[in-house]
């Protein structure tokens, strides 16, 4: 197979995630402009290759095995952040974070949540994600949307925005996106900031090798009596559980930490046990949040009685 300019062979995708485990991806490339991106998903799809975009690597656990086909990250002007006018336009790699740090310097108020998401304005956006009771479809105006066909705009009425997700399809890939933000003052904004995250590192593990949220919370489940998925694993006595290099937090039951040398077989067990014991204890099936890259093998222990 002749491979395009940029795209390399056996890239090691750990690196890329926050958990640090994982294999290789088959093919890799980083492009910067949406004409290559295009191209390149044009020429994936006539190669009848998978493509995966990997982001922010923030909610990702990518298998042992690796990664059979093209994985993208954006670069360049896709990861870009500029203002127009009371808009922040942001290239699909951008970290969300940094975005909405780059607002309140430039007084611009509506992104604020975007600090507490560790992940890039497209996966935030293919994931619908929200923190602190900020809705991501609220301040989005628009995303470009590239496939192997070219590039589309759409708005978020069209995104089928739901609970941790949307409707875009694999071989879609979130290039642009505008917020349609309004003007503030830029100490309140700041000061909004500071207080958010000290919320999240109060709340959150920091400094650690890990992926975030594990298992979702429960949705509309008398059982669970309110209680979020980090508390249910405490209760069913989850926390600091370790299996292999693998472990819950000892700050947050919901959160897996590669506490060295932890491998994604390690980590699987690990959620499988947690989820295990939940049902045990309370007859709830918590559901992975964490997105899987390449062919995952889970433990028999996942598959719960009943």
């Known amino acids: ?53 990997v982001g922010s690597g ?9 990664y059979r086909g093209l994985v ?13 006018g009371t808009r922040v336009v942001c290239g699909g790699g951008a970290r969300l974070p940094s975005a909405a740090a780059q607002a309140a310097r430039w007084g611009l108020s509506g992104l604020e949540f975007g600090i507490n ?19 991501l479809g609220r301040v989005l105006e628009w995303v470009n949307v590239c496939t192997a066909g070219g590039v589309e705009r759409r708005e978020p009425s069209q995104l089928g925005f739901a609970y941790r997700r949307s409707n875009l399809q694999p071989g879609e890939v979130v290039s642009r996106g505008s917020f349609r933000l309004s003007e503030g003052e830029v100490a309140e904004i700041k000061g909004t900031l500071a207080e958010m995250r000290g919320k999240r590192r109060d709340a959150q593990p920091s400094g650690i090798k890990t992926f975030g949220s594990t298992f979702k919370n429960p949705a509309d489940d008398r059982r669970a009596e309110g209680r979020t998925a980090g508390q249910l694993l405490e209760a069913a006595g989850c926390r600091e559980l370790r299996i292999g290099g693998a472990r819950f937090s000892e700050k947050h039951a919901n959160f897996v930490e590669n ?17 295990r014991r939940v049902h045990a204890r309370f007859g709830i099936s918590l559901e992975p949040e964490v997105q899987v890259l390449g062919e995952i093998e889970w433990p028999d222990t996942w598959d719960l009685p009943g």
């Open 1 to 53: 197979m002749m491979l395009p300019d940029g795209v390399e062979r056996d890239y090691p995708l750990a690196r890329l995630t926050t958990v640090r485990t994982g294999g290789t991806a088959e093919l890799f490339a980083r492009p910067d402009e949406e004409r290559k991106l295009a191209a390149l998903l044009g020429w994936a799809a006539s190669e009848g290759l998978a493509v995966a975009v």
């Open 58 to 66: 923030s909610n990702l656990l990518v298998s042992d095995a690796g």
């Open 117 to 135: 998401i560790p992940g890039t304005v497209g996966g935030a956006v293919k994931m619908n994600a929200n923190a602190y009771g900020g809705e």
């Open 72 to 84: 993208v990250k954006l670069d360049g002007q896709l990861s870009g952040i500029e203002r127009q």
């Open 259 to 275: 506490a060295g040398g932890a491998t994604t077989a390690d980590i699987l067990a690990l959620m499988a046990e947690g989820r």
